[in-house]
C-alpha cells in the first residue's frame, strides 16, 4: 500500500504535500487513524520515495538532506494547511516499525498518539542531530523497544532465552 500512495495509484487525493524527488523527496499523507474533522489528534505520515531505508537502522549521514527536508517541508505544508506551527507538533520515527519502508509521523503535540512514547519513537530533530555527530550512530547504539506477547519477534527473542 506504501507503494500505491507513492505511485499515486491510491490516496493521491489526500496527498497534503509532495517533494517529487528521488533521493530527498517524499509525500505527506494524513494518518487513516486521523479523520481530519479536528485538530487535537492531527495525525499525518512522511513516506519517503526512496525504498532502499528501511528504518532508522539505515540512516547515515548522507540522508540528512532528505530527513531535513521532511522535516522543515513537512513542518511548512501544515502550517500551510492545517495552521499548526511547528511547535506544536510531536515528528518523529518508530524502531521498530510496523512496516519496512522509511516514515516520519507527524502529531498534534497534545495527541497521545499510539507508539508516541519514549521506548518506541525516536524524534527527528534527535536522529538528525545524532546523525550529524556521527554518520554510523543507528548501526552502532543498542536501540531497545518494547514487544507484545504475540508479536514473533518476542517469540523468538523468548527462543534464544533473552527474555
Not at 79 to 86: E, I, L, S, Y
Not at 92 to 110: D, I, M, N
Not at 126 to 140: P, R, T
Given at each position: 500500500?506504501?507503494?500505491n500512495?507513492l505511485?499515486?495509484k491510491a490516496?493521491a ?7 517529487p ?9 494524513p494518518?487513516l ?30 540522508h540528512?538532506?532528505?530527513l531535513?527536508?521532511?522535516?522543515q517541508?513537512?513542518?511548512e505544508?501544515i502550517?500551510?494547511?492545517?495552521g499548526?506551527?511547528?511547535?506544536q ?6 524502531y521498530?516499525?510496523?512496516?519496512q519502508?522509511?516514515h ?7 495527541y497521545?498518539a ?8 525516536h ?6 542531530d ?5 554518520s554510523m ?6 536501540l ?5 506477547a504475540?508479536e514473533?519477534l ?9 527474555v
Amino acid at each position: 500500500w506504501v507503494y500505491n500512495i507513492l505511485e499515486k495509484k491510491a490516496e493521491a487525493d489526500r496527498i497534503v504535500h509532495e517533494n517529487p524527488d528521488p533521493s530527498n523527496g517524499f509525500v505527506l499523507v494524513p494518518d487513516l487513524k486521523w479523520n481530519q474533522n479536528q485538530l487535537d489528534d492531527l495525525y499525518l505520515i512522511a513516506l519517503v520515495h526512496r525504498r532502499d531505508i528501511k528504518s532508522l537502522r539505515d540512516l547515515t549521514a548522507e540522508h540528512l538532506p532528505l530527513l531535513r527536508n521532511v522535516l522543515q517541508e513537512g513542518k511548512e505544508a501544515i502550517v500551510k494547511r492545517f495552521g499548526v506551527p511547528g511547535s506544536q507538533l510531536r515528528i518523529y520515527l518508530h524502531y521498530q516499525p510496523s512496516y519496512q519502508h522509511l516514515h516520519v509521523h507527524f502529531t498534534a503535540l497534545g495527541y497521545d498518539a499510539p507508539g508516541s512514547s519514549v521506548e518506541r519513537a525516536h524524534l527527528l530533530a534527535d536522529v538528525i542531530d545524532n546523525l550529524a555527530m556521527d554518520s554510523m550512530y543507528y548501526q552502532k547504539r543498542a536501540l531497545t523497544f518494547p514487544l507484545r506477547a504475540d508479536e514473533p519477534l518476542f517469540k523468538k527473542f523468548q527462543e534464544a532465552g533473552k527474555v
